[in-house]
């Protein structure tokens, strides 16, 4: 059964990349990427093994650590676990429980991720090739340390998917999610001070750092992967006391895994429906009427209500947060003061594809007849209505607790210079570009197979893009705070708000024609991804 699953799981695979010659190329281009990664690992490993059996059981024991919250909490950030054998999908199927984890488990580690993963960690053999018995204990602890991040991914991905069984729970849980990468270097920092504190009051860093990473090494987070350096320096006794650790983590999180899954397939998610008064139009009543007001009324109610777009607006309110916090508190750090530049930057990008959020409702779209330069209009009219105003607030927050109010005009101007030129080159790139994207409401983790690289190289593309178009006033708004003269300040306004302004209406024409001549292509690419 669990040949059969897997086969199915590289049809799927197959078959998706077939059908999309930019989606076999991104695929291509992520494995190439992902196989250079491992080799440059493969040549550090075998040279850690030289720096001495304290300092490689250090690295080491970091590096798994890292490793299993990059398995768990990463698809959040990046793109998600492979659900192709959905098990939502498989219950109807005489499929017990069992055989389900046994080929989900299968289906992680023959991915490009786990392949990467198992490959990358068998260079620890490298690592400890001068210490026979660490080598020899290795190849026991890497499979645990494997299997421990793969069902600890599956356990937070059957998590989202079946905590109380709704749309709204799951956006709550991959929001929290989300927010804990974002917080994760601030949380982590916190954690080693106090570690710190505990551990070692010596002044030595080399011997604080062994102290917290020693601590570390008995957590699940990090036990599996400290077990080859406890042999190596000869503490057989801890050894075995982590090895029974992360043993007993991997069972415990299996145990977890299956009574998450149980509970996700007995109670899979349920649609809830929402019964409108009457007379009450929504963003569809307070727009002006038209193709151009109609398409603002829709992707606003995107913004304000779907999960997709939410998320990303999270960075907003964190982003300076975290930049007072890297800066110790100070307030006289330069990123700081552009933290607002930097949230205009991410902004900017957010509606690089954005008709794949419309999926095969895009047909509804088309069947308006509606021209592409209204299309494109409203869509930016509804991405400037939120990125504005929380680009503008944090700009002034930001200077306000600096002080630097010299600095608005500059801080403005590249901001907008960066948002504007944006929102004209999405207007072009979503008229050009559909990708698979999660359903409305789906989990955070859920993803088609192949799409992540290829995802990924259209928003660095698009990201490269606007930070051309948007460096002239940026320039200036660097010269502006390097000098302190005002004049800077003045042209970065000038020329961010011009250029930007030109950008936009270029886009926004060009976007519409593309949108014109290629919307009916994108419409098929859609339904292809909802049949995949």
């Known amino acids: 059964m669990v040949a059969t699953l897997l086969r199915i799981r590289f049809r799927v695979l197959g078959n998706t990349l077939a059908s999309s010659p930019w989606q076999l190329v991104g695929f291509i281009l992520g494995t190439l990427g992902m196989t250079g990664m491992l080799l440059f690992a493969w040549v550090g490993l075998f040279f850690l093994g030289f720096t001495g059996p304290e300092v490689t059981a250090t690295v080491v024991t970091i590096a798994g650590a890292l490793l299993l919250l990059g398995w768990t909490l990463g698809p959040v950030f990046v793109a998600g676990v ?43 053999l490298l690592v400890f090739i001068r210490w026979p018995a660490a080598s020899a204990v290795a190849l026991l602890c890497i499979p645990v340390g494997v299997l421990t991040c ?6 937070v991905a059957a998590l989202t998917s079946g905590m109380g069984g709704n749309r709204r729970t799951r956006e709550l849980v991959g929001a929290v999610l989300f927010l804990v990468v974002l917080l994760a270097g601030p949380i982590s920092i916190g954690i ?6 505990g551990v070692s009051s010596s002044s030595d860093p080399l011997g604080r750092i062994q102290g917290v990473v020693g601590a570390l090494s008995w957590t699940p987070l990090a036990a599996a992967w400290a077990v080859p350096g406890d042999v190596a320096v000869g503490a057989i006794l801890p050894a075995a006391a982590k090895f029974l650790i992360a043993v007993g983590t991997l069972l415990v999180l299996w145990w977890l895994w299956r009574r998450a899954l149980e509970a ?71 990123l700081l003061w552009f933290s607002g530049v930097l949230v205009a930057y991410i902004l900017a990008a957010v509606s690089y594809v954005d008709v794949s959020y419309d999926g095969t409702a895009f047909a509804g779209v088309l069947a308006t007849g509606i021209r592409g330069r209204a299309d494109r209009a409203g869509r930016i009219l509804a991405a400037g209505s939120i990125g504005v105003p929380l680009f503008l607030a944090v700009a002034v927050l930001t200077l306000a607790i600096a002080g630097e109010w010299r600095l608005l005009p500059a801080v403005t101007g590249a901001g ?23 359903a409305p409401g789906s989990s955070p ?28 006033a940026l320039v200036l708004a660097f010269l502006a705070a390097a000098t302190g003269d005002a ?28 949108f014109d001549r290629n919307a009916p292509a994108l419409l098929a690419r859609l339904r292809t991804f909802k049949a995949s």
């Open 82 to 124: 492979d659900t192709t054998l959905d098990p939502v999908k498989l219950a109807p199927f005489p499929i017990t429980t069992r055989q389900m984890m046994r080929a989900l488990t299968a289906a992680g580690l023959t991915g490009v991720p786990g392949i990467v993963t198992v490959a990358g960690t068998l260079g620890l």
């Open 264 to 334: 996700a397939l007995t109670s899979p998610a349920r649609a809830r429906s929402a019964r409108a008064k009457a007379g009450k139009l929504g963003w569809f009543g307070r727009m002006p009427t038209g193709p151009t007001g109609a398409t603002w009324a829709r992707a606003q109610t995107y913004w304000l209500h779907d999960g997709r777009y939410l998320r990303q607006l999270l960075v907003v309110p964190i982003f300076p947060a975290l930049m007072i916090f890297y800066s110790g508190g100070s307030t006289s750090n330069p």
């Open 487 to 514: 004049l800077y300040g003045w042209l970065a306004l000038v020329v961010g708000v011009l250029l930007g302004s030109a950008v936009l209406a270029a886009g926004t024409v060009i976007g519409g024609r593309i």
């Open 192 to 197: 080693v001070e106090l570690i710190e504190a």
């Open 150 to 155: 793969v069902v600890a991914s599956r356990l």
């Open 445 to 472: 983790f859920a993803r088609v197979p192949g799409s992540g690289a290829i995802t990924t190289l259209a928003m660095l593309a698009v990201w490269v893009i606007v930070a051309v178009l948007g460096s002239p």
């Open 416 to 438: 907008l210079g960066l948002l504007l030129a944006g929102y004209g080159v999405c207007a072009i790139s979503s008229a050009l570009l559909v990708v698979p994207v999660a």
